[in-house]
């Protein structure tokens, strides 16, 4: 079935740097988004991205889509202590469902 | 800022008994939804509720679970007897519209161990 998949990464980064993570899929999808949790606690939504659209921003968050190779990146600019949290991709099928299937994510640590 | 929130934040059961996760989604919002997350595992999809029924589930969504939006506000999930397998973080979500047209709003979440 088809379902995002991180490339599973334990970032570890000094602040100021630049983060980049990875996700693949398996099938055609209608949009990927992208999500935060903070250890032990919610989901946050950070950015979606049509399957039609190949970049877009939001703040310091840099997401690109390649449907060619199903595969999607977010990039974290000029990170920060408090972006130390694990970083999920989810993906909506372009059929159907409404279903969010989501990868494994990846822990991003930045130290102060 | 609006927000989904759950409760309780953390339940323990004994194996066999049955457990309601209560949710309050964002109040202008139509799909509702809940996943689970099995320690150091993926998140999961269960299921999807729009216009007062299920419009879809997983295979993990069976016989033993059920959805129900008792009134205007809450929507909770029951799991009739419960299973040591069933300990996870649960979420609740929702959107304005299905997740196809807008990002999903989850809560904090509600751990449960089964014991």
């Known amino acids: 079935s088809q379902q995002g998949e991180e490339d599973p990464q334990a970032l570890s980064i000094q602040e100021g740097e630049n983060a980049t993570m990875n996700c693949s899929y398996k099938?055609?999808?209608?949009?990927l988004q992208w999500y935060r949790q903070n250890s032990g606690r919610g989901l946050v939504h950070l950015i979606l991205?049509?399957?039609?659209?190949r970049e877009k921003h939001s703040g310091r968050l840099r997401v690109t889509l390649d449907t060619s190779k199903k595969s999607s990146s977010l990039l974290i600019t000029a990170s920060r202590a408090a972006d130390t949290a694990s970083y999920f991709c989810?993906?909506?099928?372009?059929?159907?469902?409404?279903?969010?299937?989501f990868g494994k994510g990846n822990q991003v640590v930045v130290i102060p | 800022e609006p927000e989904v929130t759950q409760t309780p934040s953390h339940q323990v059961t004994q194996m066999g008994q049955e457990v309601i996760l209560r949710c309050v989604p964002i109040?202008?919002?139509?799909?509702f939804y809940w996943y689970r997350q099995i320690l150091g595992q993926k998140v999961e999809f269960l299921v999807s509720?729009?216009?007062?029924?299920?419009?879809?589930k997983s295979e993990i969504f069976d016989d033993q679970f059920s959805v129900e939006r008792p009134d205007g506000s809450n929507f909770t999930l029951k799991i009739r007897s419960t299973k040591l397998e069933d300990s996870a973080m649960y979420f609740c979500?929702?959107?304005?519209?299905?997740?196809?047209?807008?990002?999903?709003?989850f809560g904090q979440g509600t751990r449960l161990t089964v014991v």
């Open positions: 509720f729009y216009n007062n029924e299920i419009s879809e």
């Open positions: 109040s202008n919002h139509l799909y």
């Open positions: 989810a993906t909506v099928a372009f059929y159907g469902n409404n279903r969010l299937a």
């Open positions: 099938t055609s999808i209608n949009n």
């Open positions: 991205i049509r399957s039609n659209e």
């Open positions: 979500a929702s959107s304005e519209n299905g997740a196809a047209g807008t990002e999903a709003f």
